[in-house]
């Protein structure tokens, strides 16, 4: 049976993974990669050659998801397709080609390829490809006068995730039809997660889409001002003027409201009023409507009255997808073992993964050299080791689980398949080469066990990688990003 032509083997594999997985994990993992070569082996059997643009990388998609695609390939070719991966350094033209068609195909919310060149030196930024700079970050931004929107904050702009799934899908139902479902809507969450940039997003949409609609976004100690200033001019008309005829209203961290009993009094008011128009109302808050304080019941009740969505910690590929997409944006190119290394490092928020994406991206400029691990560690230096200090086993366990996508409840399970006890007793053995823990002090941490079944992993890891220059290769990179 001839060969199936590679590149449409491949697109429909990878139309494939694209409904199956995560889409930004799709974008940050599958859709940079050049089409698959497909050819005969000298046993006949089919074989789909993979460049990827490192080692790291190599050994991330081998992990994760090599066995996933060989399964589609085999079912899409009718016969076995064995997958080979190795590392090439630069993209072929075609290759590229077809994956700008893929993207035609595949459809992403995102008008930038996280990973478009993702791997060519970029040190010098006065060389580096002309990208749009939005400023979403880099503050300073231009903001609308009337409307006080930030037009970066887009959805386009907006990394998708887990994080942010159910926020963002119902934001952009509200952006698709303002005043139908799900108002009003509240989004909440942690410091610098994006609530800001999500409710932002509705409203550049909604003037996109039509120029007239009448939007406002505002931080609620604006709206407090503006009560206060109307309140000592008695022009109370002029505030209902102003707020009761929006068709849009975005209100930023509602939780600012406490105990500022005029001020509820009339956002009570401007609340029924919109919501009567089917105007739509969007707010944003550090928590949930129950759980703000000084608050008027009879608001807070409002408040929960159309959809609540929670916007949380973005997890480990969302962050390596935002730096990529943030460090393009800023027209660098971050290399992804690079971009993993910072995200692993720094977890909290995105307003922290800027700053620490802004610090290695001036330290490359003002350094004229490449970005890397190393030249990220020294730009870190300072976060680094106070995250040195806080190395601990339970980060191992975290991030081992991550590396061989396992669940962190394995660590301490009595599972004992082999593809649970592996990283089970990597885990082990990392504990014990970079923490000062004692092996029972591990065995207690690994849900209880003796410390001979510690020991016993330490040395078979230990030999192990001796010999075996794959295992010995992923214990570097899982090594490099818990050293930090
Ligand atoms: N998913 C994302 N994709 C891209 N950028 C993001 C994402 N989430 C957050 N950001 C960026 O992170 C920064 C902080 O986000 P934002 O100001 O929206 O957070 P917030 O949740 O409103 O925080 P706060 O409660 O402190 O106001 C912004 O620059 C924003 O553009």
Known sequence: MPAPAAPSLWQQGCERLAAEMPEQQFNTWIRPLDAAELSAGDDGALRARLGVPNRFKLDWIRAQYAGRIESILSELAGEPVRLELSVQAAAPRQALMSRAALAGQVGSPSPSNPASAPNQPVANPAQAPAAPSTGTWSGGTAVAASNRLNPALTFDTLVPGRANQMARTAALHVAGAPGAMYNPLFIYGGVGLGKTHLMNAVGNQLIKDKPDARVLYLHAEQ????????????????????????????????????????????????????????????????????????????????????????????????????LMRKSEQEGASMPEDVAFFVAKNVRANVRELEGALRKVLAYSRFSGKDINIQLAREALKDLLSIQNRQIGVENIQKTVADFYKIKVADMYSKKRPASIARPRQIAMYLAKELTQKSLPEIGDLFGGRDHTTVLHAVRKIGGERQKDTELNQQLHVLEQTLKG
């Open 223 to 322: 709206f407090i001002t503006d009560v206060v200033k109307n309140y000592q001019r008695k022009t109370f008309d002029e505030l209902k003027a102003k707020y009761h005829s929006l068709d849009l209203l975005l209100i930023d961290d509602v939780q600012f409201f406490a105990g500022k009993e005029r001020t509820q009094e009339e956002f009570f008011n401007a609340f029924e009023a919109l919501l009567s128009r089917r105007a739509h109302i969007i707010m944003t808050s550090d928590t949930y409507p129950k759980g703000l304080v000084d608050i008027d019941e009879r608001l807070t009740s409002r408040f929960d009255s159309g959809l609540t969505v929670a916007i949380e910690p973005p997890e480990l590929e969302m962050r390596v997808a935002i």
